[in-house]
């Protein structure tokens, strides 16, 4: 299994990222996805869940801001990110099972 993120960079607040993972070594379209991120001040937090089925679900401050998205075709998952904060600044992980992690990529939201 591995998953590779990419799409981090530095934003202003209130702009917008979109994170991808490509997943690779396993059938993508049979597992729930998520995103964490680890942050400075709070440590390591979930952010945005799918299903194989496509149902989502989201925590926190994500709501409403965040869209958590796949595209099996492709093997692959998304954050779409709005409304930046600066306390969005974290290392993003797309993780299947909580068992296999990608490498994260940064984002940093600043001015």
């Known amino acids: 299994v591995q998953l590779q993120a990419s799409g981090g960079g530095l934003v202003q607040p209130g702009g917008s990222l979109r994170l991808s993972c490509v997943a690779s070594g396993y059938a993508f379209k049979n597992f729930a996805m998520s995103w964490l991120r680890q942050t400075q001040g709070k440590g390591l937090e979930r952010v945005a869940d799918?299903?194989?089925?496509?149902?989502?679900a989201y925590v926190g401050s994500a709501k409403g801001r965040f869209t958590i998205s796949r595209d099996d075709a492709k093997s692959t998952l998304y954050l779409e990110m709005n409304s930046l904060k600066s306390e969005d600044t974290a290392v993003y992980f797309c993780?299947?099972?909580?068992?296999?992690w990608g490498k994260g990529t940064l984002v940093t939201v600043s001015s």
């Open positions: 993780v299947r099972d909580m068992n296999y």
């Open positions: 799918i299903m194989n089925d496509d149902k989502t």
